[in-house]
């Protein structure tokens, strides 16, 4: 059975092996054994917080096949970004020129550094292996956060954003960051994106230009692909926008790739997903007909989630689990559950 569950520091070789096939541009994977060590280290203490509202936590979890033991994927809620670390973003704008005595009017595109989305949740580092992207498990994968931010709306922001990964070739090489290396930087796609990872962004703040930069200004290259998405992203992007976010205007500021955005209650999961108390049938009779729900137990450091299909008794706001089910949750008769169709 494929289950999801927090993060532990056992996992360390499938999360380093996972960073080294996420590959250039997933900057929440840096290939370094410190690093990954502290994520999963800070990981493990938010799941143990009392918490009342957001703050610095960071929730990591995998996906794990129960039949191997392998642990086949990974991805995180970050609770309020920017708190310890500035959180940067392009704001994309628009700069009016005009003059009536000559009659033009020009309209030019713009992008300032900004950081208006400090302190909101972000959802971020999916990555599923190859072999198991089948039975929606990448859905599931991405959709389960969203159940358990429901169950524990208190440790997240009303805002949720997600950084989509932008166009880059498969040497890791960015247009966009082409240009800004040209001009300001002095180093590759690579270096800026790795030494980003592992928490070193002073740099941005040091070298970034300070004013809105002329789209107009940047190479054709670079210019194509602000708001654009890396192929193997799309899938991510359309998923999320069934859920409900959307692009505001922001773009990341290595690749250009969209940040998108959406209420926290207004996440389709957040809205639609069901609390059900838990009973257990495993009789031939019980014909699970329902087809196939996420669910996940309402526990934190616990918490454990799959997909199977179910039994339910809407009026008595109860659901049927067959017993493996239940043992893959970690719960028992009586226990409650949080459901959503899948």
């Keep these: 059975m494929i289950i999801i569950r927090p993060i532990q520091i056992t996992d360390y070789d499938a999360l380093h092996r996972m960073a080294i096939e996420s590959g250039h541009g997933f900057t929440s994977l840096p290939v370094n054994e410190t690093?990954?060590?502290k994520r999963i280290g800070h990981s493990e203490e938010s799941f143990k917080k009392s918490v009342t509202q957001p703050g610095s936590e960071g929730y990591l979890f995998v996906m794990e096949d129960t039949e191997t033991g392998e642990v086949v994927g990974t991805s995180g809620i970050e609770a309020a970004v920017g708190l310890d670390d500035a959180f940067y973003t392009y704001r994309l704008g628009k700069v009016v020129h005009n003059s009536r005595e000559l009659n033009i009017y020009n309209t030019v595109e713009t992008l300032t550094l900004s950081n208006d989305y400090t302190g909101v949740t972000e959802i971020c580092t999916l990555f599923l292996g190859e072999n198991h992207r089948k039975n929606n498990n990448g859905r599931f994968l991405s959709r389960f956060r969203f159940l358990f931010i429901a169950e524990h709306t208190e440790r997240f922001d009303d805002t949720v954003i997600a950084e989509m990964r932008g166009v880059s070739d498969e040497h890791g090489n960015s247009p966009f960051w082409a240009w800004l290396e040209e001009h300001f930087f002095s180093m590759d796609f690579p270096t800026a994106d790795y030494l980003t990872g592992i928490g070193k962004k002073v740099f941005i703040a040091e070298l970034m230009?300070?004013?809105?930069?002329y789209v107009n200004l940047l190479n054709k290259e670079a210019q194509q692909v602000i708001n654009k998405v890396h192929t193997n992203t799309v899938p991510a992007l359309r998923l999320l926008e069934a859920e409900g976010f959307a692009?505001?205007?922001y773009v990341d500021?290595?690749?250009a790739g969209p940040t998108v955005e959406v209420e926290r209650d207004q996440i389709k999961t957040v809205k639609y997903s069901k609390k059900c108390q838990v009973l257990i049938n495993d009789s031939d009779d019980n014909?699970?007909?329902?087809?196939?729900?996420?669910?996940?137990?309402?526990r934190i450091e616990s918490f454990r989630a799959t997909q199977a299909p179910l039994l339910l008794r809407k009026t008595a706001q109860q659901v049927v689990l067959s017993?493996?089910?239940?043992e893959a949750l970690q719960v028992v008769e009586g226990d409650w559950v949080r459901i959503v169709k899948n």
């Design 35 to 37: 690093l990954l060590k």
């Design 209 to 213: 230009p300070k004013y809105p930069i």
């Design 247 to 249: 692009r505001r205007g």
């Design 253 to 255: 500021i290595f690749d």
């Design 287 to 298: 014909v699970f007909s329902e087809g196939k729900y996420i669910i996940c137990n309402t």
């Design 323 to 326: 017993s493996a089910v239940a």
